[in-house]
């Protein structure tokens, strides 16, 4: 090689080799250990001298050696790699199997050595190889014309003989991986070539093969078969469906497989779970958070994740695609259009229905001895989570028998067996299986026919078995417990529980909790409990054949109306500023009462509930949700022909109009508004009738009748208060105060709001928007006052975030936008007008009545700043959450602290 005297400057490639376990070698040679060192070092020079490499040192067994051309670099390590190889070494074991690794990055010597932080990379990469192997950085792919996003090599292609490297040699993407000591990933690639060993083990850097993959917190048993079989199906075929009943295993079988094979997926295995996706349109969201990604404003979510994947080799595993199948079917055709090398692993009750998909259905686990007289996949299951039941003691051999029993029974069913371990904690093994097989067996408990249920398959016989075992041995008290705490939707806490049950429960929950019927889960003040899925089914089919359904779920009705009537109260029963917050848990007990409304119950009752979730469906853009609910309320009450009081059906048209408005049903909107009017005079309720009518105005400003609304709005103000009742007029003032805003008689509307400020204070239903302050910020913004309008919009927003007034938020979020751009903070301003149209596209609301100014402050906007910059913070703000977008603006600077006021300067 060249001497150090022409060391090669600007892009420089670097390489590093030594010898892989030098150590063991040179103790196992011995004083042969040395000739070996030196012959070693002679046959990596001869090869290297041939493309010019500059040796910069040699220490121990490795050397450092600088190229200026990166292709004849590689070259000469292939020709390195296969001399070492043909070498008539001492014997075969005194071989030196060395480890070269390479990287090209900028460097200038300097005293006849480089500095430069790229000599260091290309250490770590030599350190990532094994010996035999050639590993090299993205830089020196490039720098040889083969890019990291180039794509895969053919090894049969002719063409390579005349290839960047020749000689049929090429590079393998090994994928990206972290070396040590550097921040981010290096794509690493390996040298084929003839002669050159190709099977090495994964590179030896710091980073485990990129996944999500959940970490199992129970030992994966047995199953070996299984496992085997879904590998072979990845390997060769690329979506692959794990099909079986709930609680046969899919999802572990599914993970345990993946896990064995992430090193084939160089660019990750990414888990999504579709089980808690409450929506179709959620499962897109859901799969883009499992692989980093987040939705961007504009843009459908699965082309986000279709751009993402292309030119990646990856695996999707999909759990639980049957809990949204429809939009998991879309989602995966999708995946596999966007990359040839995109795998996807599938769990599901039922296959996908796609083209090309391989169905396996998952066996139960083998409830037959092993071959080697060893336990079956069963036995040993139940075995080693006995063990953990009862305290980490070791199973007698005496009791073995038994338990062989009790899985012969269950059938292998995974669920089945955990659930019949977690008994061993109340009973011992004979016990159980004498239990386990009176379940099975008889018709004592009454609860299932002897004859399988229509349809239903063996499996899912066996689960049901399983949880009608472990309710069998349940005392009378707990079993009710567990058959009315089925009529709950979501977790639940012990006061919820106190109203269902008679007496004090906390005997029976804490049986039901130790039975593992119930989870228990810790909070920040107390306790909640849950009951999985597939165990409320069977007990709600337990709460209906023993007769008890009508009374729980009408005790669960009047839960749901306390519950929603407490939340306008403070602890001390007295009205307080209504929080939506206080909502959010209760909205799936509320559905689930409702739906006993519409079907069984009461439409009475049913329109209670609805009201009380009234500004909630409209501020969490759920709107046509209500609507759906009042239909079907009103089909009940034309089917059953029950009564309900006018001022009730008012409260509920009047309820039903502002949703239809909400969602630009203006027609709709109307005809209810007619109905709400006519049902509040026939029952003869003024404070209802001024509600209902003051909320006209809205809809006819919106529509362009501005005198009507005029007319209207003052009309039911001078009525309301005539009749004493001015505070149900406020949706008349905020109307009135508008089209004065728009007209521009900014003092006439600035009187009027003033006005109104104490009647919105004293109703807590209103004092949390705090519209006033919202409507008299807009006057400001008008009037140029820019210190009002900071005043105003920051006391509007702060209230309306705080009490849980989202799609309000987003108002005063567009009108904090204009604030900013009235005082030069162009950059915030377009970031704001972005994250409040982000927040109304996945509220799924329209931009209300100051949507026409929004469109003409933006277009002003987007002229100062230019096109570019304009929807580049515009799209910043797009990305931010709806507590961030708060939080931005929140942190805007008050225009008394700005540089240049003069509000607190000295005055001479």
């Known amino acids: 090689m060249s001497g150090r005297t022409h060391l090669p400057s600007g892009l420089v490639t670097f390489l590093f080799t030594d010898i892989e376990g030098s150590t063991r070698l040179a103790q196992m040679l011995g004083v042969g250990y040395r000739p070996v060192l030196h012959e070693h070092r002679e046959v990596i020079r001869r090869a290297l001298s041939k493309a010019d490499g500059v040796e910069l040192f040699t220490e121990g067994d490795s050397l450092f050696v600088a190229f200026a051309d990166a292709a004849l670099a590689l070259s000469a390590c292939a020709e390195a790699q296969r001399a070492l190889a043909a070498h008539d070494w001492p014997s075969p074991e005194a071989r030196p199997k060395v480890r070269m690794g390479l990287h090209t990055g900028f460097a200038e010597p300097y005293g006849g050595e480089y500095t430069s932080p790229e000599v260091h990379r290309a250490a770590r990469v030599a350190a990532a190889a094994h010996g035999g192997q050639v590993l090299c950085s993205a830089a020196t792919a490039a720098h ?11 090894p049969t292609d002719p063409g390579l003989e005349n290839g960047p490297l020749g000689h049929g040699a090429w590079l393998l993407d090994l994928g990206l991986h972290r070396l040590r000591g550097f921040d981010g990933f290096e794509r690493i690639f390996q040298l084929v070539a003839p002669g050159l060993d190709r099977q090495f083990p994964r590179p030896r850097t710091i980073d485990a093969p990129a996944h999500n993959l959940p970490v199992q917190t129970t030992r994966f048993i047995g199953r070996a ?20 009943a709930g609680g046969a295993g899919k999802t572990r079988v599914a993970v345990e497989a993946a896990g064995e094979i992430v090193e084939r997926f160089r660019d990750g295995v990414w888990f999504a779970d579709l089980s808690a996706v409450a929506t179709a349109d959620l499962v897109d969201v859901s799969v883009a958070a499992a692989l980093g990604l987040r939705p961007e404003p504009g843009r459908a979510v699965v082309q986000t994740i279709a751009d993402h994947v292309r030119d990646r080799r990856l695996l999707v595993l999909l759990d639980t695609s049957d809990a949204q199948l429809p939009a998991a079917r879309r989602l995966v055709s999708r995946l596999l259009s966007a990359s040839p090398e995109v795998y996807v692993l599938a769990t599901s009750r039922e296959p996908l229905g796609l083209p090309g998909e391989v169905v396996w259905r998952i066996p139960p686990l083998s409830v037959e001895a092993a071959s080697g007289g060893g336990f079956s996949d069963a036995v040993a299951l139940l075995v080693d989570r006995a063990s953990a039941a009862r305290g980490g003691r070791p199973v007698e051999p005496g009791d073995i028998a038994h338990l062989t029993r009790v899985a012969k029974a269950l059938e292998g069913l995974p669920l089945a067996l955990e659930l019949a371990a977690a008994r061993l904690r109340l009973l011992s093994p004979p016990q159980l299986a004498d239990r386990i097989g009176d379940v099975l067996g008889t018709l004592d408990a009454g609860l299932r026919p002897a004859t399988p249920d229509a349809g239903m398959s063996d499996r899912h016989r066996t689960m049901q078995a399983a949880v009608d075992w472990s309710y069998r041995t349940l005392d009378p008290r707990s079993a009710r417990l567990l058959r009315w705490l089925s009529v709950f939707a979501s977790p639940v806490d012990l006061p919820a529980i106190e109203w269902l049950h008679d007496g004090d429960p906390l005997d029976p929950l804490a049986t039901l909790v130790d039975k593992s019927l119930l989870q228990a889960e810790a909070g920040a003040t107390n306790a909640t409990y849950r009951m999985l899925d597939p165990i409320r089914a069977f007990a709600a089919r337990l709460l209906l054949e023993a007769g008890e359904e009508e009374s729980a779920r009408e005790r669960h009705v009047a839960w749901c109306l306390q519950a929603a009537h407490d939340a306008y109260l403070d602890n001390e029963g007295r009205p307080v500023t209504l929080s939506l917050y206080t909502l959010d848990p209760l909205a799936d007990e509320l559905r689930a009462a409702l739906h006993w409304t519409v079907t069984r119950g009461s439409a009475r009752q049913g329109l209670a509930l609805a009201g009380s979730m009234d500004q909630w469906w409209r501020e969490r853009g759920l709107v046509r949700e209500g609507r759906m609910w009042l239909f079907r309320l009103y089909e009940r009450i034309s089917a059953t022909g029950e009564p309900v009081p006018d001022a009730e059906l008012a409260a509920a048209y009047h309820m039903h109009s502002l949703h239809a408005g909400a969602d630009g049903e203006t027609v709709e909107e109307l005809r209810f508004s007619q109905r709400a009017e006519a049902a509040a005079r026939r029952a003869g309720d003024p404070g209802l009738l001024a509600r209902i009518l003051s909320a006209r105005g809205a809809p006819l400003l919106e529509m362009g009748r501005t005198d009507e609304a005029e007319r209207v709005t003052r009309d039911v103000i001078t009525w309301s208060d005539e009749q004493g009742v001015a505070g149900e007029a406020l949706s008349a003032v905020y109307a009135l105060a508008q089209l004065l805003w728009r007209r521009g008689a900014l003092d006439e509307a600035a009187d009027l709001l003033a006005s109104a400020r104490p009647l919105e204070n004293s109703r807590p239903l209103e004092r949390g928007r705090r519209t006033v302050d919202m409507l008299l910020g807009m006057v400001a913004l008008s009037r140029g006052d820019l210190v009002a309008a900071h005043d105003h919009l920051i006391v509007a927003l702060r209230s309306r975030m705080t009490h849980g007034f989202h799609l309000r938020v987003c108002e005063t979020l567009n009108a904090v936008a204009v604030r900013c751009a009235l005082a030069d903070d162009l950059d915030t301003s377009a970031k704001l007008f972005g994250a409040a149209q982000s927040a109304r596209i996945r509220l799924r609301c329209s931009s209300g009545g100051f949507a026409a100014y929004w469109t003409e402050q933006q277009a002003d906007l987007r002229s100062s700043m230019g096109d570019a910059a304009f929807d580049t913070a515009y799209a ?18 008050h225009p008394d602290l700005m540089a240049g006021s003069i509000r607190f300067s000295t005055v001479e």
């Open 876 to 893: 910043s703000g797009g990305a931010l959450s709806l507590e961030e977008s708060v939080a931005l603006a929140l942190t805007i600077e």
């Open 144 to 154: 040889v014309g083969l890019s990291s996003s180039a794509a895969p090599v053919d």
């Open 225 to 244: 078969t299984e496992r085997a079989a879904v590998r072979d199906l990845i390997n060769r075929h690329r979506l692959v469906t794990v099909v079986g």
